[in-house]
């Protein structure tokens, strides 16, 4: 039976009530962002939404690989070969060849012995997550991660100490507070998804080895972004030894769908006889599997496009700053342009779109209060005058709601 809001409210019904009157107040004032219908993709960064024609700042393909010809023509072939679906669980009702083609296609283009797909990457996190590490053992998170890996750690039972963004010498103290014996997991996002900032992965790697903790690392941001081939943080480094758990998303750079984890062999052997999320959850569709492996082929056939997303971010980056906005510590593609108060994210979002610009607003308690944003990425498909369009506008828009004087 549907429940009856004019009664008066348990505290659950309150906490909806609370969020929908949020949602009704930014829908009335014509701020409410979020889950737009994107009509078409037109080429290239430009989407119609409303029919109207926008230039995209709100993309993670950032490759620019949707669409790619070669991607879509695997995707067609495999569904023309095995249809659309699978048979359910991989462990019981068995692997396709274009499943263990993929895992091959991540062991080998991450340099690791093997590797194991889910359906997301946030089912990934949570089922490695709560496979390696359970009550008794630690998890050391970076206060920035991401939600997938802050829910894996509560699922796992572990204890999770939290050290703050990026600050190794907190990272130490956390290790050493960890008692002897105890299993020890550090995790941190490669490239953080709210800032654009790159883990200081050299020093997370020194001191895992001296204090005997694994690392993982969820490359979400950081595949095609990092490396001059676009292999991630351990080729931007050049640490390809040095990362234990290989964690990242097949619907970022790569234009499907599912996760993955590529790690030495007994582990994900291991892994593909505990992890729940693997075990219990069925197949990756063929098509999204095939697409997922023709994808890390293009991104090595193709180098242009990494150098081509360098120099779109640091033209973006660089152009921004030099109009006046503040956007952290980025040095990716993830670009946050800083607003101050919720409502103000809200507003300078609403004065962009109505200018043609496709951002969204990130607020509290996604990332801290008072450091409201404007989260902004920028991609290979994006032209270097969009971006200088883009930006223009954006002062035009951030002056009209006061970001900018
Ligand atoms: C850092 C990070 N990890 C994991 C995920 C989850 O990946 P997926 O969207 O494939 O579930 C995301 C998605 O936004 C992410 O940003």
Redesign the pocket.
């Known amino acids: 039976m549907a429940k009856d809001f004019a009664e008066p409210l348990d505290p659950l019904r309150q906490r909806i009530q609370a969020m929908v009157d949020h949602v009704n107040w930014g829908r009335r004032g014509g701020f409410y962002m979020y889950n737009r219908p994107v009509q078409e993709l037109l080429g290239g960064a430009r989407v119609r939404v409303d029919g109207q024609e926008m230039l995209m700042f709100a993309s ?1 393909s950032y490759l620019g690989l949707i669409g790619h010809p070669r991607i879509s023509a695997a995707a067609k072939a495999a569904v023309d070969k095995y249809g659309t679906g699978t048979h359910g669980v991989r462990t019981l009702a068995g692997s396709l060849p274009v499943h263990q083609e993929l895992e091959e296609t991540i062991a080998a283009f991450k340099g690791a012995e093997a590797a194991l797909v889910f359906s ?6 949570l089922a490695v997550i709560s496979a390696l590490v359970r009550r008794g053992d630690y998890v050391i998170t970076d206060k920035y ?5 802050v829910d894996g750690i509560l699922l796992s039972g572990a204890k999770m100490l939290r050290f703050p963004h990026n600050d190794m010498e907190a990272l130490e103290r956390r290790l050493q507070q960890v008692p002897a014996g105890a299993t020890k997991l550090v995790v941190a ?5 709210m800032d654009g900032d790159i883990f200081d992965l050299p020093k997370a790697v020194e001191l895992c080895r001296r204090y005997d903790a694994w690392l993982m690392i ?4 950081s595949v095609g972004v990092l490396g001059a081939t676009g292999r991630g943080i351990e080729e931007h480094f050049g640490l390809e030894d040095a990362i234990d758990i290989k ?6 750079t790569i234009p499907s ?3 993955y984890v590529a790690a030495q062999r007994d582990v994900v052997d291991y892994l593909r006889h505990v992890a729940r999320g693997y075990i219990f959850s069925a197949a990756l569709p063929p098509a999204q599997a095939a697409a997922a492996a023709e994808a890390f082929r293009v991104i090595l056939d193709e180098p242009w496009r990494v150098e081509r997303l360098r120099a779109n971010a640091q033209q973006f980056i660089q152009g921004l700053q030099a109009r006046g906005f503040d956007t952290l510590h980025t040095e990716t593609a993830v670009v946050p342009v800083i607003c101050g108060a919720d409502e103000t994210a809200y507003r300078f979002s609403r004065a962009a779109f109505d200018r043609g610009l496709f951002v969204l607003p990130v607020v509290s308690p996604a990332v801290p209060q008072g450091l409201a944003r404007l989260r902004a990425t920028v991609t290979a498909a994006h032209e270097p005058d969009e971006i200088e369009w883009a930006m223009d506008q954006m002062v035009a828009a951030a002056k009209e709601v006061g970001v900018l004087a």
């Open positions: 993670y997301s990457g946030y089912v990934t996190n991660n991401h939600a997938s890996i996002d490669a490239v953080f998804s969820d490359e979400a941001h964690m990242g998303t097949l619907s970022k769908v599912g996760g």
